[in-house]
């Protein structure tokens, strides 16, 4: 909803369709291969490994279906981030191929090195990374900052949309064109549906509620998540509006800017929302806020189109939730959903913030290793970009054949015809009208007659009695 409503009507099938192709593709993706690079199974040997090396092409022991379940989700939200940033401009092909192999290849590796327990960043690892390895809660960096970065190549790869930032010619504009939303209510819709769903992973990745603690973990992560959404949400509009008002004069409530601050706020909370406290989540917020607003402006300077502003949202947010983990991380919290007993710099330690630099230049540099060339080969055979023609008439007609609204009026003839009907009974309908008000009048004027002729009747009778007496 979110994807469609930011852009503009003639590609709305197009994206719509694209997102259930995520959906699609990371099932398939994650199930035959992703899987089973990202978990190892049923090996609770101890030591380091880059890859899992169970559950492959279908060949699964796949004991905790739940478990697989959840995951994908995970891996399918990845996946559909890098939908907006490409959108009006992608070919249907292209988009299926890297949907499968963020899935099946990108994503997995990352997975496992944070999240499984023979990972080299995880926390469950034996001999954990300084200590402590990296949390990331819900995926901060695992989830959003994969996506990002992988928004972020294609973008680069792909080039901007026609008219954006130079016209038709090639020739460069002197002020980026904005292409307006074709649907704010899609998008405010969107947001809640993001919003309300973020609480099934950020509180859902306790992965359990009845063990001894295990509420309460997830109760915090509930309550930092809200906070954060609605700081966030207030920080991206607040500084939008003062800067606008400084730059322009004119006082702008922007709910654009207000909705992707909300989101950053989420994406900025997700590594963290089990191991900060509530007033660290509305810090971390409010910044979030701003990293958006500030990775917005720089991606129009940078001259790199993103259509709905995932780059802001998922990647740079994504580096500063993990960022904020080893700045707030609070040691009881963390003690009490890792079962280590490390903290923050504000707590007085520093190898957390180490381990979580770490994962960042990690993920960075793997996504971008894989994903470069990937997108290299498909826009050198050609398979990325739509044509011009295509892209100036829009994906829906192009690929779709027809609009995803029907705007069309009902035949000309057609209203012709009851436009005359109407006139005509309009018409006869105000002669019979006119007739019955002039029937009534003369009635009036009879019965006055009358009247009078009665109390002429009535005068004279009363007179002769008067003149008897």
């Not at 990293?291 to 990647?315: E, G, M, R, W």
């Not at 069309?408 to 309908?429: Q, T």
Request: proline share 3%; hydrophobic share 45%; with cysteine.
């Amino acid at each position: 909803m979110l994807c469609a409503g930011s852009i503009r009507a003639k590609n709305v099938q197009n994206i719509l369709l694209k997102n259930l192709l995520d959906a699609c593709g990371g099932a398939l993706g994650f199930y035959s291969i992703g899987y089973g690079l990202a978990y190892e199974g049923e090996d609770d040997s101890s030591g380091t490994t880059f890859i899992g090396t169970e559950n492959y092409f279908f060949h699964y022991n796949l004991d905790d279906r739940i478990g697989w379940f959840f995951q994908f989700a995970f891996a399918a939200t990845a996946a559909t981030i890098v939908a907006g940033t490409v959108a009006e401009r992608c070919k249907m092909e292209a988009y299926v191929c890297y949907s499968f192999f963020l899935t099946a290849f990108v994503y997995p590796v990352v997975v496992h090195s944070v999240w499984d327990s023979h990972g080299f960043l995880s926390v469950a690892n034996s001999d954990p990374l300084r200590g402590v390895g990296m949390i990331d809660f819900a995926g901060s960096g695992v989830v959003h900052m994969t996506g990002g970065c992988t928004a972020l190549v294609a973008a680069i790869v792909l080039g901007a949309r026609i008219g954006r930032f130079a016209d038709q010619d090639g020739n460069p504009l002197d002020e980026p064109m904005t292409f307006k939303p074709h649907s704010v209510s899609l998008q405010m819709l969107g947001t809640f549906l993001l919003w309300f769903g973020w609480y099934g992973f950020n509180p859902g990745s306790t992965l359990g509620i009845t063990p001894i603690g295990y509420g309460d973990v997830a109760a915090l992560c509930a309550v930092t998540t809200t906070l954060a959404a609605a700081s966030g949400c207030v920080g991206a509009l607040l500084v939008d509006y003062a800067v606008t008002k400084f730059m322009t004069g004119e006082a702008v409530f922007d709910l654009s800017m207000a909705m992707n601050g909300s989101l950053s706020g989420l994406v900025g909370i997700t590594a963290g929302c089990s191991t900060v406290q509530p007033w660290a989540a509305v810090v971390i917020g409010l910044m979030s806020g701003l990293v958006y607003f500030a990775a917005s402006k720089t991606l129009i300077y940078l001259k790199i189109d993103d259509a709905v502003d995932a780059i802001p949202v998922h990647f740079a947010n994504g580096i500063w939730g993990c960022i904020a983990v080893g700045l707030f991380a609070d040691p009881a919290l963390v003690s009490a959903a890792y079962n280590v007993n490390k903290g923050g710099v504000f707590y007085g330690e520093g190898n957390l913030l180490a381990c979580q630099v770490c994962g960042i230049l990690f993920i960075i540099g793997w996504v971008v290793a894989l994903t470069t060339p990937f997108f290299l080969v498909l826009n050198l055979c050609g398979l990325f970009r739509i044509d011009a023609l295509d892209e100036l008439v829009g994906c829906d007609l192009s690929h779709h054949g027809g609009s995803a609204y029907d705007i069309r009026g009902p035949p000309v003839k057609a209203v012709e015809e009851f436009e005359n009907g109407r006139r005509s009974r309009i018409l006869d309908h105000s002669g019979r009208s006119v007739r019955s008000a002039a029937s009534g009048h003369h009635s009036i004027m009879g019965t006055s007659a009358k009247n009078d002729i009665i109390h002429v009747q009535i005068d004279e009778n009363v007179q002769t009695i008067e003149e008897s007496e």
